[in-house]
């Protein structure tokens, strides 16, 4: 199957994003009826708003024992960290990946690696910027839990930021997913921190640029050998 030019360019969008374009597309005519220059400036809004909303096609590693990123952005923190109490996931500190979403990033959540959902939990909190280390415990954030075949445990928290008003998690409690199943979406730039099992070393850096549901964070097998520079 070839790939098209239009293709490239043009993306699906989320249903989430069809009621944002609505209004700024009405907006726009509005002020094209008021003076054409501001009306280029909301055509050009319109067309960032569905960009914001995009929800291309991914295509996912198949290879067992693969986690990929659950989300499009830039590695910000590597470090160990206790995981919200919430997910109950113990109190032991998991190796934490955090993954920043600029508002130019798509913001459509992919699962890391395919298993159970055990635990869907909602915190309100603050909104702070999510590119901070103290965003983990104090902004808004829902986080899920998700049993391997395995039995091994990770999580996955998707935190609010400073112009993050909203979190969308579709997911539900006892419901299996693929690796790289969409699960949920951030309104609008934000962050998520992935919590990798025990002993699971990850595959990335800081600063590494990461495709939601397509670049690899970390084996589960144990396979690949941990990512230079990596857990500070």
């Not at 699962?111 to 902004?139: C, H, Q, W």
Request: proline content about 7%.
């Amino acid at each position: 199957m070839s790939v098209s030019m239009m293709s490239t360019f043009v993306k699906p969008m989320h249903p989430e994003g069809r009621k944002f374009v609505a209004i700024a597309a009405a907006i726009t005519v509005v002020l094209f009826l008021l003076w054409e220059p501001l009306g280029w400036i909301g055509a050009g809004l319109t067309i960032w708003v569905y960009y914001f909303f995009r929800d291309p096609v991914r295509v996912t590693p198949t290879r067992p024992g693969l986690m990929v990123s659950p989300a499009d952005g830039v590695v910000s923190l590597l470090e160990p960290a206790v995981p919200p109490a919430e997910l109950e996931l113990g109190d032991a500190p998991m190796t934490r990946v955090s993954v920043f979403m600029s508002v130019f990033n798509c913001h459509v959540n992919r699962l890391p690696a395919e298993g159970r959902i055990t635990k869907v939990a909602y915190r309100p909190g603050k909104f702070l910027n999510a590119s901070l280390d103290k965003a983990s415990e104090d902004n808004e954030r829902n986080g899920i839990a998700v049993e391997l075949a395995d039995g091994r445990k990770y999580g996955t928290v998707q935190i609010a930021g400073l112009v993050a008003r909203r979190i969308l998690c579709w997911s539900k409690e006892g419901q299996h997913l693929q690796t790289g199943e969409r699960f949920g979406l951030i309104r609008f730039g934000s962050r998520l921190d992935i919590y990798l099992p025990e002993g699971v070393q990850p595959q990335v850096c800081i600063g590494q640029t990461m495709i939601a549901g397509e670049t690899v964070i970390a084996d589960l097998t144990g396979q690949a050998p941990a990512c230079v520079g990596g857990i500070r």
